[in-house]
């Protein structure tokens, strides 16, 4: 991957500009810079290793060179992101999970911000905002992808194991073919932002759902309930032990199958 065979490769999608590194921190971060001085709708940070990259929490994200895909998207917000910004989450996942369905995989998401494969973990995705205020300038909807199996960090015990594109399909897939059908799906899930039809699929596409789940946030005791859908936010909506409706705001929270 070099930033020639992306510029060819992109040339006919809208992009608002595209910054690639051999090496980088965070893309994040560098949208974000480059975010706060002026990069147009769409602008693209894209890297072929991470050295300091995150998902929530501060947690370290696993990218190294020649295996994953590790890229930001700036978004100037439009009306939907203005009305419903909590939902750029979902505009990550649900067009990750529509590509990865493209090339026979059957995706899940796991809300709010990760995308399974059979159980196991094989994206993350980070969005973090710009505001003046209480308006919003930019969105950057940034993801991480683990693509070859070489991305996978060798991490024994977890919940959701990671796993590659390559050890789902049985066959490596290419980065920028793999990237563009991402931005292709992300720019037509975004013009369907503030429908409600982008709830629904996002709902469609939710790992454990009709399922009791677990959720846990910081040291206090797990809610247990089935997980029915999405509030229009994005909120998770369960059904309590009790068969009260009850919705699970964004934050630092884990959530898994209570089966």
Do not use: C
Request: overall charge negative; proline content about 6%.
């Amino acid at each position: 991957m070099n930033e020639g065979q992306l510029q060819k490769a992109f040339s006919s999608l809208p992009l608002g500009g595209l910054r690639y590194f051999n090496s980088i921190g965070s893309t994040n971060d560098e949208a974000l810079t480059w975010s706060s001085q002026g990069a147009p709708d769409l602008s693209l940070t894209i890297a072929d290793e991470q050295t300091a990259g995150r998902g929530r929490s501060n947690r370290k994200w696993f990218t190294p060179p020649g295996s994953a895909l590790a890229f930001s998207l700036i978004l100037r917000p439009t009306e939907g992101e203005l009305t419903y910004p909590s939902r750029i989450t979902g505009l990550g996942a649900l067009a990750l999970a529509d590509s990865l369905r493209t090339f026979g995989l059957s995706p899940k998401i796991k809300w709010p911000n990760d995308v399974l494969i059979n159980g196991g973990k094989v994206a993350g995705i980070l969005v973090e905002s710009v505001w003046s205020g209480d308006v919003l300038l930019a969105s950057v909807l940034g993801m991480g992808v683990n693509v070859l199996n070489s991305s996978t960090p060798r991490i024994k015990g977890m919940l959701f194991p990671p796993t590659s594109i390559e050890s789902e399909l049985g066959h490596p897939l290419d980065r920028i073919e793999l990237l563009k059908v991402i931005l292709l799906s992300l720019m037509k899930w975004r013009n369907d932002l503030g429908e409600n039809k982008f709830i629904h699929a996002w709902e469609d596409s939710l790992a454990f759902r009709g399922e009791q789940i677990q959720i846990i946030k910081d040291q206090q005791e797990p809610l247990t309930g089935e997980l029915i859908g999405l509030e229009p936010d994005g909120r998770l909506i369960i059904r309590t032990s009790e068969g009260d409706l009850q919705d699970i705001p964004f934050g630092e929270l884990h959530v898994r199958s209570a089966l």
